[in-house]
Nanobody, 124 residues
Framework: QVDLVESGGGLVQAGGSLRLSCAAS????????MGWFRQAPGKEREFVAR????????YYADSVKGRFTISRDNAKNTVSLQMNSLKPEDTAVYYC?????????????????WGQGTQVTVSS
């Protein structure tokens, strides 16, 4: 069991940056691969990024590759998403998620635990 709490969302102009953080409870944070997903109004929740247990491997959706960077600090039980060059189409609720699977998953089904989400709004 792990509880996840996101923070760092807000309103930013196009071209700006935001850094999202996700704090995890529990003593086994390093046993989870972590992911970020997002959901825009009227759309399905979509994969954004994933980082392996050690932080040695990262994966990104094509739409954010080169603009977003996922990282983690296992000593502090946190995972972050640095978002640069933001676009209006990045507007969504962003969710942090934890996975116990060894298989890299790009879908909701691959993640067992979810945070409540944080709103990111990018104005044009």
């Amino acid at each position: 069991q792990v509880d996840l709490v996101e923070s760092g969302g807000g309103l930013v102009q196009a071209g700006g940056s935001l850094r999202l953080s996700c704090a995890a409870s529990g003593r086994t944070f390093s046993s989870y691969a972590m992911g970020w997903f997002r959901q825009a109004p009227g759309k399905e929740r979509e994969f954004v990024a994933r980082i392996s247990r050690t932080g040695g491997s990262t994966y990104y959706a094509d739409s954010v590759k080169g603009r977003f960077t996922i990282s983690r600090d296992n000593a502090k039980n946190t995972v972050s998403l640095q978002m640069n060059s933001l676009k209006p189409e990045d507007t969504a609720v962003y969710y942090c998620a934890a996975s116990t699977s060894l298989v890299v998953s790009y879908t909701r089904a691959g993640y067992m635990y979810w945070g409540q989400g944080t709103q990111v709004t990018v104005s044009s």
